[in-house]
Every structure is written in C-alpha cells, then in structure tokens.
C-alpha cells in the first residue's frame, strides 16, 4: 500500500531564515506530487505541483519554491522566511492518470 | 466570486441525527467531485469520489452530485462523535494531473 511521510511535523522559525520542508512517497511510481498551505480557517491553497522529476508548476508567485530530486520525493524551500508564511504545509500525491490526491499529515509551521 | 462555496459552520448536531453538507460551484465544466474529511491538526482524508451527476453511498455517507443546479451535498446517516471534524469538497475538471479546487471546508460536531 502507498504511504506519504512530511517532516518535521512541527517548525518555529525566525523571520527571514531559510525552510526546508521534505515529503516521500512509498509504495507508487512516477505519482504526481502537490504541495498546499492551509491557513487557519481557510481553504486549500495549491502552491507547487509536478508531474515527473524535475517538472515543477508554480501556482501561486510568492518566496518560495519546490523541487523534485527523485520520483517519489518532494522539497519545499524558502531562501528568507516572511511572517506570512506560518501556515500548515500539506504534501499530497495522485496516481499518475488520476486525480484523487491523498494527502501526508502535513507540517505546522510558525515564523516569528 | 469564489469558483467553490462552502458554508464554514460551525454545524452541531445531535448524536445519531443526519447530518447534510452542501457546496455549490459556478463552473460548469467540473466532472469529478470529491468529499475529504480533516480532523484537527491532521491531513485531509479522502471519502467519497464521484463522477458527473447521481449518487453514491459508501456506509453512511451518501454524496450526491446535482450538475445541474451546481450543488454537491454529502450526507452523514446515524452521525458518531468520532464523525466531529472539518469536511472539505473538492472537484476538478479532468481526470488526469488536474488541479483541484477545494472548498474552503464545514466544521462539524456531533454532540453525545
């Protein structure tokens, strides 16, 4: 069966230091990957998606960016942390053909 | 105006009591719907997927697609404590490495 691991599952970071959120997939091949943010009481919001290794759509313009180094691992990354980052940062995968997307348990973070 | 509306709740309701979500959409080419439950501090799970207009049961849980008047509903038969959460609808329009737009979500508790 397919699995889906983010850490750390926590994060407190200071303003304008670097982020470094990673996400793996087991049990699938060539999986499309996803990276959203949830802020308190709203809605989903889609940052990054990919398709295939090195293969990155950015969604939303904003300081940070993802890559893709191995087919089944995810990066998300920050040069210089912004107060309005803090969020919950969610990894999810689909199957390739398919748009069911199962989500990892995702990562809390806080920037003071 | 938002592609996807969901009324925030909070809804609470009575242990054993139906339990009705609703989500109505404005764009008409979205084919594929789906419900994720998300319990506090936790990832989204995935409940139901359904495609264009009908129903679909799965246990208690009904979701119902009405393409017509754009308004999906999943309804909660003999609702458990252990049903208390946020529920999430989603759709997309493809069936394939789409994005999918989420509802902003329902937080639901059922009272014992």
């Known amino acids: 069966s397919q699995t889906i691991h983010q850490w750390p599952a926590t994060l407190v970071q200071p303003v304008g230091s670097p982020l470094s959120l990673e996400c793996t997939v087991e049990g699938t091949s060539n999986p499309n990957l996803y990276w959203y943010r949830q802020a308190a009481g709203r809605g989903l919001q889609l940052l990054f998606y990919?398709?295939?290794?090195?293969?990155i759509s950015s969604e939303v313009p904003q300081n940070l960016s993802a890559s893709r180094p191995q087919d089944r691992q995810f990066i998300l990354s920050s040069k210089k942390l912004l107060l309005s980052d803090s969020g919950f940062y969610l990894c999810?995968?689909?199957?390739?053909?398919?748009?069911?997307?199962?989500f990892g348990p995702g990562t809390r973070l806080t920037v003071l | 105006q938002k592609e996807v509306e969901q009324d925030p709740g909070p809804l609470s309701v009575p242990e054993g009591a139906i339990v009705s979500l609703n989500c109505t959409y404005s764009n008409s080419a979205f084919q594929y719907f789906m419900w994720y439950r998300q319990y506090s501090r936790k990832g989204p799970e995935l409940l139901m997927y359904t495609y264009s207009s009908g129903n679909k049961e799965d246990g208690r849980f009904t979701a119902q697609v009405d393409k017509s008047s754009k308004y999906i509903s999943l309804f909660i038969r003999d609702s458990q404590p252990s049903d208390s959460a946020t529920y999430l609808c989603a759709m997309s329009r493809y069936s394939s490495a789409s994005k999918i737009i989420f509802g902003s979500g329902t937080r639901l508790s059922i009272r014992p």
């Open positions: 999810a995968w689909s199957p390739p053909g398919q748009d069911t997307q199962y």
């Open positions: 990919s398709v295939g290794i090195g293969q």
